[in-house]
């Protein structure tokens, strides 16, 4: 019943934002930790951010920090990825992951970051 969606993907210049937006049925979201990875092509799968059940402790790569900033709305069941000054290397799919006693996993939303 545990099903994630991601939304907000899509093609925007070098520079730009975007907001991705992920929500979480099946009645876990409140005590999950959910993360946002990205796989690009020929790339492994990497985790770009992640946040805890209550929203008060955030984990960021080296290579967001600063530009990316995840949140979460518990009463609607939805984490985002707030991106901005987005680059070419940002260029990925991203994925949602909720994690409660094991990971489950969205179908991803595609990012191109070109001009």
């Known amino acids: 019943q545990v099903q994630l969606v991601e939304s907000g993907g899509g093609l925007v210049q070098p520079g730009g934002s975007l907001r991705l937006s992920c929500v979480v049925s099946g009645g876990i979201f409140s005590i999950a930790i959910v993360g946002w990875y990205r796989q690009a092509p020929g790339k492994e799968r990497e985790l770009v951010a992640a946040?805890?059940?209550?929203?008060?402790?955030?984990n960021y790569a080296d290579s967001v920090k600063g530009r990316f900033t995840i949140s979460r709305d518990n009463a609607k069941n939805t984490v985002y990825l707030q991106m901005h000054s987005l680059k070419p290397e940002d260029t990925a799919v991203y994925y949602c992951?909720?994690?409660?006693?094991?990971?489950?996993w969205g179908q991803g939303t595609r990012v191109t970051v070109s001009s």
């Open positions: 992951s909720a994690h409660v006693l094991r990971r489950y």
């Open positions: 946040i805890s059940s209550a929203g008060g402790s955030t």
